[in-house]
């Protein structure tokens, strides 16, 4: 059994800045990627960061310069760091990893969300 356990988020001004924490925790044989995911209210979800094995990262090009995506591998976390944030940045964030639970089960596990909301 594997959990995500996501934190931060809250209420912020525009051009504020805010951090959010996801840990992973369980059966835990190795970590492909772990990244966040954002749904804004009627809009589908999408990626917003993520950090691959070996160091890759990738971004949303709407976040690109603003936000950094940085992993503990020794922790298990995974750390999104705001900054510049615009009202279109208001979503719910989501955590999501992709875990190995043996040498030959991998899966995709999800955090329950928390709220970011950037007000004008």
């Known amino acids: 059994q594997v959990q995500l356990v996501e934190s931060g988020g809250g209420l912020v001004q525009a051009g504020g800045s805010l951090s959010l924490t996801c840990a992973a925790s369980g059966s835990i044989f190795g970590i492909n990627r772990m990244g966040w995911y954002r749904q804004a209210p009627g809009k589908l979800r999408e990626l917003v960061a993520v950090s691959i094995r070996g160091g890759l990262t990738d971004y949303a090009d709407s976040v690109k310069g603003r936000f950094t995506i940085s992993i503990d591998n020794t922790k298990n976390t995974v750390y999104l760091q705001m900054s510049s944030l615009k009202p279109e940045d208001t979503a719910v964030y989501y955590c999501?990893?992709?875990?190995?639970?043996?040498?030959?089960?991998?899966?995709?596990?999800w955090g329950r969300g928390t709220q970011v909301t950037v007000s004008s």
């Open positions: 999501m990893a992709n875990i190995l639970t043996s040498w030959t089960s991998t899966n995709d596990y």
